[in-house]
């Protein structure tokens, strides 16, 4: 008695035409969307140092903030990054 027919071969190739449509029309979007939008660059590729710093103790994000404005730096972040010791880090473009 056989309860599930089970067939050996699988027809992916009656399938192809409607995959290769598929496959085309995926493609022509990407390369519509990257030649309309192009790329969204992050830090990685834009340029910029990412100086990560660890002390003894606790460190104040603001004085460290105010110490780096008075270098004369513009458009940095300073962050905690991982413990309260490891912070903070600080990102220039």
Do not use: C, W
């Amino acid at each position: 008695m056989e309860f599930f027919k089970i067939r050996n071969d699988i027809p992916f190739m009656r399938h192809a035409l409607a995959f290769n449509v598929v496959s085309l029309l995926t493609f022509l979007l990407a390369v519509f969307f990257l030649a309309t939008k192009g790329l969204n660059f992050s830090i990685e590729f834009t340029g910029g140092t990412v100086m990560e710093v660890r002390y003894q103790q606790a460190a104040d994000v603001e004085s460290v903030r105010k110490a780096i404005a008075v270098v004369g730096y513009q458009d940095t972040q300073v962050q905690n990054f991982g413990t309260s010791r490891d912070s903070p880090a600080s990102e220039t473009r």
